[in-house]
């Protein structure tokens, strides 16, 4: 599949770019796509919640009235979770959220998501792209040239690029990132998803 690389004003230039069929034009498969998202979201939980339980409450352990003759039900313990300042019942304990995914069906995640978003006319190929200074409106001028300004965008790096990365930092639709860090839910979170041309190979590498 070929595509035309575009220059950071935004404009087409001579030269295009082979993407492999194998990672940009395949069936989506939505079930990876589902488990890999899963997964992020998930191992991004803390998992600190917690409550008090019964046996957690500070206060007094004195039976609040007689067991019998008031005409009322039973009450043993201020603690009892029925009632106003007791511990929770059955409530959230701390715990882990991460589970594994086979790496295979993360890659297959991956190039689905790359898919829909070639379907979806969301992939632009730089054929450079760099910034001297790590200043904001460098970056927004290139996200005008592009016509992104209001979009959510991703842009993917060939390797990591601090003026970049420093200059997207006060920007909260654009996301910068490297070919070893890129994600499923980023892919398809992000409006238009830019790659750099020297990104593609790694890629591609790193799919197949």
Request: hydrophobic content about 40%.
């Amino acid at each position: 599949m070929k595509v035309k690389l575009v220059d950071i004003s935004g404009k087409a230039t001579a030269k295009s770019l082979n993407l492999s069929d194998e990672i940009f034009g395949i069936e989506p498969n939505n079930h990876a796509i589902y488990l890999d998202v899963k997964q992020y979201l998930a191992n991004r939980r803390q998992g600190t919640h917690k409550s008090k339980e019964r046996n957690e409450i500070s206060g007094s352990t004195k039976k609040l009235k007689k067991q019998k003759g008031t005409g009322g039900a039973r009450a043993g313990s201020a603690k009892s979770g029925t009632r106003v300042g007791g511990g929770r019942i059955f409530g959230p304990r701390p715990r882990n959220y991460h589970f594994k995914l086979n790496v295979k069906l993360k890659r297959l995640a991956r190039k689905s998501a790359f898919a829909y978003k070639v379907q979806q006319d969301g992939l632009i190929v730089l054929d450079s792209f760099n910034l001297e200074e790590a200043k904001t409106k460098n970056l927004i001028a290139v996200l005008q040239g592009l016509k992104l300004e209001n979009e959510k965008v991703l842009f993917i790096l060939a390797s990591a690029s601090d003026n970049i990365y420093l200059a997207s930092r006060n920007l909260g639709k654009v996301k910068v990132v490297s070919v070893e860090s890129f994600n499923t839910y980023d892919i398809l979170n992000a409006k238009k998803v830019v790659l750099v041309k020297d990104a593609v190979e790694k890629i591609e590498n790193i799919l197949n």
